[in-house]
């Protein structure tokens, strides 16, 4: 059976920094992308942050907009996990975030949408106190 498992998560003060940890089991997934999704309450879930497979064990991350510089996602291969550092947090990072993995299909591509992830964790609670 496949498990992601979050962690990490808690409360913050705005312009404090947390790092949120997924470690994945009954698959490996090199190769394909890891990231993180977030959704706030009464909002869309919405993507974060991955890192996609580009040659050998090498993975490009990629971010959305309003991530501005602040977070930095990677995966350690070897653990088959993949990490969300953020920094700068603030009132409108607060939300539940979700690990996604890509099970199948094309590698290397920029993925964004929940739709394609194969694979995801229950979620971690940020809060961020401002």
């Known amino acids: 059976q496949v498990q992601l498992v979050e962690s990490g998560g808690g409360l913050v003060q705005a312009g404090g920094s947390l790092r949120l940890s997924c470690a994945a089991s009954g698959r490996t997934f090199n190769g394909y992308a890891m990231g993180w999704f977030r959704q706030a309450p009464g909002k869309e879930r919405e993507f974060v942050a991955a890192a996609s497979w580009s040659r050998g064990n090498t993975y490009y991350p990629y971010y959305a907009d309003f991530v501005e510089g602040r977070f930095t996602v990677y995966r350690d291969i070897a653990k088959n996990a993949v990490y969300l550092q953020m920094n700068s947090l603030n009132a409108e990072d607060t939300a539940v975030y979700s690990c996604?993995?890509?099970?199948?299909?094309?590698?290397?591509?920029?993925?964004?949408?929940?739709?394609?992830?194969?694979?995801w964790g229950q979620g971690t609670q940020v809060t961020v106190s401002s």
């Open positions: 996604a993995a890509q099970g199948a299909g094309e590698r290397g591509l920029r993925l964004t949408t929940p739709s394609e992830f194969n694979y």
